[in-house]
């Protein structure tokens, strides 16, 4: 059975907040009616938590080492096959209506349609040095303000760019409803929210005015009690320059609850323009990564901390049973999950690619490899790598020490256990593992060479005139509504869905 495919994709929601679907305590009432019909992973991780690497990964089914797509500025490369690529050549229509954060020339990555422009810059200027450990760019860091300036607003940059989404992804619904191309289709719909700004429509916001879970579970720890790479985070986030109160913290989590609340509700109107036209699809939701959302003081990502990298996953197909899977699993996985229900062949790039199917996983089966993930951005000076298998988490970087955590007992990875003596066959077989998949001095290198490379073409291509990548959306007047050169009888019948008597 040829499927057509509906992926829906949303930016920073934390995979915690999913423990089988979303949250008894989050109105999402349209996501709970997905995840009744849908294989749940409980347990989904980010290949990369930063939104490019991110989803390079996840379209590619391949780590950034492999992409080179290190960071939010990293040239994703046209030769890198995409699950839109492979869906396409197999005769899929693929059409993006959304945010995906391509940094280069090309926009389009395997998409035949681009229905919106993304919400990021597609240029080299977001380019981490690790020539210059400890230097902020202030213009483009994250910072603390996001979560000072927490609160209501009915509109903002982030609001105005989803209903874009939204409309143009309903829009593209009804025309695929009217059947003027005979190819089965694969639809992108990837939103901003809830990433920060945490900033909400306030009909959202008053959803969680009695909200019991606006305080993290784990409070701020003091600076010094912070591991390395958590410490460069808050260096980064420029920490010292603000005074985060609880209150600053209950407002920026309600905020960020409200916005899952308002994707629900555009989630909502997607899948009501399906059930309305008739359409059936294999549906996937997944998020590019999470947001740590102030457990021990730190918020948004960069870190493999659960907030920061477990995602949702779910995925709703006739041959995957509506369950709960706690093996752990990635959004790496999409791609080669996306083209095993499509029945389409990934063979030629096989030998590169580092994701997995899913499909047994909703059959009764399991992912038996490691979760595999890797950081090279913003707040690292040196790459970091993890791998999360059965109970564990293992993490590495030249720079720290070693961490080992035992999920099932320690699920806020409170308590490192690299240096517990009855824990060192774990430590010993994970490092083996790691030696196995990684040279960290080659990968360093290659960051530190693609890093100056870009610093080299941004400072060139910005001194004089300037044509930036960002995708400019077509919108071609005279093949819209009506014109002299349609057929009025013909048109009028061609857009009516369902068609008249």
């Known amino acids: 059975m040829t499927r057509n495919i509906l992926i829906l994709m949303v930016d920073q929601l934390n995979g915690t907040l999913f423990p089988d679907g979303p949250a008894d305590w989050l109105h999402a009432p349209n996501l709970r009616k997905l995840a009744d019909r849908s294989t749940r992973f409980a347990n989904a991780y980010t290949a990369s938590p930063l939104c490019a690497p991110g989803r390079a990964s996840f379209m590619t089914g391949q780590l950034p080492s492999r992409t080179g797509v290190y960071d939010n ?29 391509f940094v280069g020339p090309d926009q389009m990555h395997g998409f035949e ?22 230097e902020r760019i202030d213009w483009w860091y994250h910072n603390m303000g996001s979560v000072t300036g927490a609160g209501v607003a009915e509109i903002s940059n982030q609001m105005e760019y989803d209903d874009e989404v939204a409309y143009h992804a309903t829009r593209k619904l009804y025309d695929l409803a009217r059947g003027q191309d ?19 429509r306030k009909k959202y916001w008053d959803l969680y005015e ?29 920490w010292r320059s603000y005074d985060i109160t609880d209150n600053h913290v209950r407002r920026a989590r309600r905020a960020y609850f409200a916005n899952i609340s308002y994707l629900d ?68 996985d999409v791609c080669p999950t996306v083209c095993d229900l499509a029945g389409v062949t990934m063979d030629e790039v096989a030998s590169w690619t580092d994701g997995e199917s899913l499909r047994p996983s909703g059959q009764g089966g399991a992912r038996t490899s490691p979760v595999a993930m890797e950081y090279a951005a913003e707040a690292s000076y040196a790459p970091l790598v993890s791998l999360r298998q059965g109970r564990w988490k293992y993490t590495r970087c030249a720079l720290d020490p070693e961490q080992l955590f035992d999920l099932a007992a320690d699920p806020q990875e409170r308590r490192n256990l690299a240096q517990v003596a009855e824990h060192q066959d774990t430590l010993a077989d994970f490092r083996a593992q790691a030696d196995a998949m990684w040279d960290l001095d080659k990968f360093d290198a290659e960051v530190r060479q693609s890093q100056a490379r870009r610093c080299v073409v941004y400072e060139a291509l910005r ?38 008597e």
């Open 73 to 101: 500025a990293a040239e994703f490369s046209s030769a890198i096959p995409t699950y839109a690529h492979h869906l396409r050549r197999a005769g899929y229509q693929t059409c993006l209506s959304g945010k995906m954060h």
């Open 113 to 134: 349609d681009r229905l919106t422009t993304d919400i990021y810059p597609a240029d080299f200027g977001w380019t981490p040095d690790y020539r210059k450990p400890g």
């Open 182 to 200: 005979a190819r089965p289709w694969c639809l992108t719909v990837s939103f901003t929210h809830p990433h920060d700004p945490y900033v909400a």
């Open 210 to 238: 009695e909200c019991d879970h606006l305080l993290p579970q784990v409070p701020a720890l003091d600076y010094d009690d912070h591991d390395p790479h958590s410490q460069r985070i808050f260096d980064a986030n420029d």
């Open 265 to 332: 509700d555009k989630i909502g109107e997607i899948l009501q323009v399906m059930e309305d036209t008739r359409q059936e699809a294999t549906i996937l939701f997944v998020s590019d990564h999470g947001d740590m959302l102030g457990e021990r003081g730190l918020w948004f990502k960069m870190s493999f901390y659960e907030g920061s990298a477990r995602v949702p996953l779910m995925i709703c197909d006739p041959d995957m049973a509506p369950v709960r899977v706690d093996t752990p699993a990635s959004n790496i």
């Open 463 to 500: 001194n004089g005139a300037y044509f930036p990548w960002d995708y400019q959306p077509l919108q071609q007047a005279s093949e819209r509504y009506m014109r002299n050169h349609m057929d009025l009888n013909v048109l009028e019948e061609n857009q009516r869905f369902p068609r008249g």
